[in-house]
């Protein structure tokens, strides 16, 4: 024991850094990889996810997180960029821990598409794509004394130059990069001019999980096909994990999360492939057995799939629609499943007896008018009860098809679209709540929002014969929708607290 205890103390450290999410599935993974790998890895949470007030981070909290770098003295800092919403404070973070002389090495979705922005930041490589490996041969080198530029995945600068070597180290069976860390217990969290040390995710009520890496579609307001796009051909870009793998998971989760209600399935299509959902159900139930959440696509929705799922505890599908224009869907977002097909699949949904639904739409966009808005209306009124709307604005992101259309079609100049692009936090996030002023476009916004309430519908309909004459009725029709559909909101919770408790009582 003694030698063991001494074994511990020759390991050295990594810190890794995490972005306004103290789930961070894939610093968690990096986390378990570099401790495979023999190093100590010290997390540290930077701020918590808001999109209704985004805070920038405080010079008094870049001070903390430069502090607790300072005082681990690790071989280098990992710092997952996995979107340009909160630039900000990663500009902040790293001015300030450049002076410290650690190397920098960045990852995530947004680091892995523009690594020339951080190896400018002083970055001293970036690594694209999936990091477990390459995070721990960066580890090995620089601790060796020795550079990483031969390295696959990895980019670095040359005489000045941006240097991208090709994609490597890809493991298809990714079962075998482990389970992300769970209990990260070097772990700290900043927020509010704070320090808290412990892993901040385990006060949670949820549980993240992906099954999968990697989405089969091609959106165009998504970085997932371009990420795609970077893969070597002969490697898949959708891999699936197996049942014991995402079971085992979930065993250690409930293990250490003394609050569990539900788990949240983030992969972008929950996993279809023959036989995996036969086998989960049967292991899902056995161990686990609490409500969860799936995330679903019109074109991939099977009524007896479902079925079996909510057997074992589905209680929520989400399900994007974006638009009830064919030709926003298919020409603009990319797109291409009918009206009918939308049509069908929620009522496959509400045919399947899943507690809950929820559609997500973008509007009032620059390529939206008012005839598309009126025929999201009318798909909406089509889909089937019961339903919530989830109804945002589009936000241009940086590494997006969608970013060359809008120019391309000039709605935007290259100039306007950066400074939407990379415009302060507060304000991309107002663009994803926006809500149009322009009177017309409000007007057929708010009856789209009012459908979701089924008592409202005949009501929504003859407002809509005539907005003009109706418009102060389909304002306060809307106000009180509103607050409906709060108190919804307190129904679904209490609904899968409940469901929880059952489930408690009856697994004794």
Not at 347 to 368: K, N
């Amino acid at each position: 024991m003694i030698a063991e205890g001494k074994k511990m103390e020759q390991k050295k450290t990594v810190v890794l850094i995490a972005f306004y999410n103290v789930k961070a599935l894939g610093v968690r993974y990096l986390e378990t990889a570099l401790e495979k790998g023999g190093y100590r890895v010290k997390t540290i949470f930077f701020k918590g996810f808001n999109s209704q007030d985004p805070k920038v981070a405080t010079a008094h909290e870049v001070e903390l997180c430069v502090s607790e770098v300072k005082k681990e003295n690790p071989i280098y800092v990992g710092l997952s960029v996995m979107s340009s919403m909160y630039l900000e404070s990663v500009e902040l973070l790293c001015d300030a821990l450049r002076k410290t002389g650690i190397p920098m090495i960045f990852g995530g979705a947004f680091a892995s598409m523009f690594p020339e922005r951080f190896l400018d930041m002083g970055g001293s490589y970036v690594v694209r794509a999936d990091g477990e490996i390459p995070m721990v041969k960066l580890a090995d080198a620089i601790s060796a004394g020795k550079d990483g530029t031969a390295f696959p995945s990895v980019c670095y600068k040359k005489d000045g130059e941006v240097v991208q070597n090709p994609i490597g180290d890809l493991i298809e069976n990714i079962d075998e990069y482990g389970l992300p860390t769970i209990n990260s217990k070097e772990a700290c969290y900043i927020e509010n001019d704070t320090v808290t040390y412990g892993d901040p995710q385990l006060s949670s009520m949820s549980y993240e999980v992906i099954a999968s890496r990697g989405c089969p579609f091609t959106c165009s307001y998504c970085c997932v096909i371009n990420l795609h796009r970077m893969f070597p051909k002969d490697v898949k870009y959708v891999r699936t994990r197996s049942v014991e793998s995402v079971i085992a998971e979930l065993i250690e989760a409930k293990k250490q999360f003394k609050n569990l209600v539900f788990v949240h399935f983030y992969d972008e299509i929950f996993p279809n492939s023959p036989g995996w959902i036969d086998e989960f159900i049967v292991k899902y139930k056995k161990y686990i057995h609490l409500p969860f959440t799936i995330w679903s696509h019109p074109k991939m929705v099977r009524l007896d799939e479902l079925k079996k799922l909510v057997s074992v505890g589905l209680d929520e599908v989400i399900m994007g629609v974006q638009s009830g224009s064919p030709y926003i869907r298919k020409e603009i977002f990319h797109r291409y499943e009918t009206q009918e097909d939308i049509i069908k699949a929620t009522q496959i949904i509400h045919d399947s007896g899943v507690y809950w639904a929820s559609y997500d739409f973008m509007l009032q966009h620059p390529f939206e008018s008012i005839d598309h808005l009126k025929e999201t209306y009318y798909l909406v009124r089509q889909m089937a009860m019961p339903m919530e709307l989830q109804l945002h604005g589009l936000n241009f992101l940086p590494g997006t098809d969608i970013v060359g259309k809008a120019i391309d079609a000039g709605l935007i100049s290259p100039e306007e679209m950066d400074k939407i692009m990379y415009a302060p936090m507060k304000e991309q996030f107002a663009a994803y709540w926006k809500r149009e002023d322009e009177r017309e476009s409000r007007l057929w916004y708010r009856l789209i929002f009012c459908l979701q309430i089924k008592s409202c519908r005949k009501t929504c309909d003859l407002y809509a014969t005539d907005i003009d004459k109706y418009e102060e009725k389909i304002d306060a029709l809307y106000e009180r929708c509103v607050k409906r559909v709060h108190r919804r909101h307190i129904g679904k919770k209490l609904h899968i607290v409940m469901k929880r408790v059952l489930y408690g009582l009856h697994l004794r």
